[in-house]
């Protein structure tokens, strides 16, 4: 496999990061899939409840980047026939032990996004998480067109910063003095999850990915939560979505993570 000098240095970074989530492995919590009562604030949990509104029995579904495979084991069980890929073969080789361990057929690979080698129009569900801000964009929503069927659904759940926002957080007080202290408070001694070259979505790539799309959706989260305040404060967490929810175009501006869920074109 060709890499540019970017992959590289993502397959380089996960050899690590993979050994981490060997030793920390948690399965997913099943209720995701299987429970009625929703945790409507968090944005993992809204984007399978959209999913769960459609037919998943014998379709296919492709999860783009997928780690250790926590969307693939999920959508295997809701009954879609899955393949998944990552460029990284450590993460590959992980998610390859945890579907054995739970006796599930997955059809894992390792290739980019930028030019996965699958065929054309096969999909009926392309899951497309976490993982656009570590890609080309243009180039893995090509392929993503190219391989989904027309009409296809597609559901993009991805962190985002607008670039307004993102001129304060290249500032040098927030740089220098707050976000040191932010990063201790939110990630205590852990050390956060940032690869060299990730970069929060922007306003212009969230129009690229509307652009792929018809009917499409968009549900805005995490005004505060995960940048000034840690994810497991359900008060806060439910008052910084209902924030969003109520003054819906602060979420354009705000938020720091969107799904974005549609049909692509029937033409592509
Ligand atoms: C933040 S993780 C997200 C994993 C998974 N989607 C999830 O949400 O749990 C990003 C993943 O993207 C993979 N990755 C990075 N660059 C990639 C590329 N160009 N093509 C495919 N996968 C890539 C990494 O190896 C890593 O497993």
């Known amino acids: 496999m060709d890499l ?3 992959q590289h240095r993502e397959l380089v970074y996960h050899r690590d990061h993979a050994t981490d989530c060997r030793k920390k492995y ?3 919590d099943m209720a995701v899939i299987t429970s009625d009562k929703r945790r409507w604030w968090n944005g993992y949990w809204t984007m399978y409840t ?9 379709a296919t579904a492709l999860v783009v980047g997928c780690g250790q495979g926590d969307d693939s084991l999920l959508l295997t069980r809701m009954g879609y026939r899955v393949t998944a890929f990552d460029l990284s073969p450590d993460m590959i080789e ?3 032990e945890i ?8 059809d894992y690979q390792i290739m980019t996004a930028e030019n996965p080698n699958l065929p054309n129009q096969h999909f009926d569900l392309i899951l497309v998480r976490d993982i656009l801000h ?3 964009i243009s ?6 067109t190219r391989m989904a069927k027309p009409g296809a659904l597609v559901m993009i759940n991805e962190n985002y910063t607008h670039s307004m926002v993102q001129k304060v957080r290249n500032s040098w007080l927030v740089r220098n003095i707050l976000y040191p202290r932010l990063v201790s408070f939110i990630y205590k001694k852990e050390k956060p999850y940032l690869t060299p070259d990730e970069a929060k979505l922007n306003e212009k790539e969230l129009d690229e990915c509307k652009s792929i799309l018809n009917i499409k959706e968009i549900h805005y989260f995490n005004m505060f ?3 000034i305040i840690p994810d497991n404060h359900v008060f806060l967490a439910c008052l910084d979505r209902l924030l969003l929810m109520t003054l819906k175009p602060l979420g354009h501006w705000l938020s720091g993570r969107f799904i974005l869920f549609g049909r692509t074109k029937s033409s592509a």
């Open 4 to 6: 540019t000098t970017r």
């Open 26 to 28: 948690r399965p997913p």
């Open 50 to 58: 959209l999913l769960r509104r459609y037919p998943s029995h014998g």
């Open 94 to 96: 992980l998610a390859r």
């Open 99 to 106: 579907s054995q361990k739970n006796g599930l057929t997955i």
């Open 134 to 136: 570590h890609v080309e």
């Open 139 to 144: 180039k893995a929503l090509k392929a993503l």
């Open 225 to 227: 939560v995960t940048r």
